[in-house]
């Protein structure tokens, strides 16, 4: 393994860091489009078995907990035996996940196996992703982990529309099976040429003690920085998620055709889009 980060071999002779790039944000891409294109099943979902709104909703609400929740868990295994083992059980998961979502028969099912698999699935490639990415890259550093992000913001512009065609041109559980497949063929090549860095070395186990000069780990749950950042995602994910997950769903109620509805919701993927890169480089500058 090369000593400084930046001179590891190139595959097809691209950089190998800009290829844990491109595989990252396709992973995030196809996870987060998958978990958030619920609100794309909804009306299907609901019109076909008669489920209420709020039941089918709630599976999302346990997407997020439990993403939440196993963020911490996939976050220490990626310490211990690598990322790779981790993106690589998270695309197993969501693809199982969304098969078997297609084939329950009650809405309780539909929470557990939805809710559960999925939220625990997407939870594997957030965390894992972007500590490799940042441990792959000395220069450009922001941007590298921008552009792993904005294959999350492209979602809204990609898995949605296709779910909606999907959805049109047979029903929801073919369409989710079909997604189910699609999140297997492209997140399991994917997640095989994830890496750990190069210079990547063993943390302190919780409660252990620290490296020279640094924190423990429940120092570091304690500290004001990551009061403060746990803090604002949080406010961040509780502002947007309602509005982005009940978006197209209302908008057809406002008689706005299906296919039209989705392409609002990809607007707001697009906008993101644009934040994402411009704080990115300005993150390296500043």
């Known amino acids: 393994m090369p000593g400084t980060i930046g001179e590891e071999v190139a595959v097809m002779g691209v950089p190998y860091r800009w290829v844990l790039v491109a595989a990252g944000a396709l992973m995030g891409c196809v996870a987060v489009g998958t978990m958030f294109s619920l609100a794309i099943f909804l009306e299907p979902i609901a019109t076909d078995t008669e489920w209420t709104r709020a039941g089918i909703s709630s599976a999302m609400t346990l997407n997020f907990i439990v993403m939440g929740v196993g963020g911490f868990l996939w976050g220490a295994v990626s310490d211990r035996y690598g990322p790779r083992i981790v993106v690589l059980t998270g695309s197993v998961l969501l693809g199982l996940a969304l098969v078997l979502a297609s084939r329950v028969d ?128 949080f406010a961040c994910c509780a502002a947007h998620s309602g509005p982005i997950f009940h978006m197209v769903s209302y908008a057809m109620v406002c008689g706005v055709a299906p296919l039209a509805a989705v392409t609002i919701y990809s607007v707001e993927g697009l906008a993101g889009l644009g934040g994402r890169l411009l704080l990115g480089v300005a993150a390296d500058r500043l």
Do not use: K
Request: proline share 7%.
């Open 106 to 233: 009650s809405l309780l099912q539909f929470q557990l196996v939805y809710g559960v698999l999925v939220g625990l699935a997407a939870s594997t490639f957030f965390a894992p992703l972007i500590a490799a990415t940042m441990g792959w890259f000395e220069e450009n550093r922001g941007l590298a982990v921008s552009l792993v992000s904005a294959g999350m913001g492209v979602a809204p512009m990609t898995i949605s529309p296709f779910a909606r065609w999907l959805i049109s041109a047979s029903d929801w559980r073919t369409a989710m099976l079909l997604i189910g497949i699609m999140a297997w063929a492209l997140t399991i090549p994917a997640a095989l040429l994830v890496r750990r860095p190069p210079l990547q070395t063993a943390q302190p186990v919780a409660g252990g003690p620290a490296e020279e000069g640094g924190m423990t780990v429940g120092e570091a749950f304690r500290s004001p920085q990551f009061l403060v950042l746990g803090l604002t995602f």
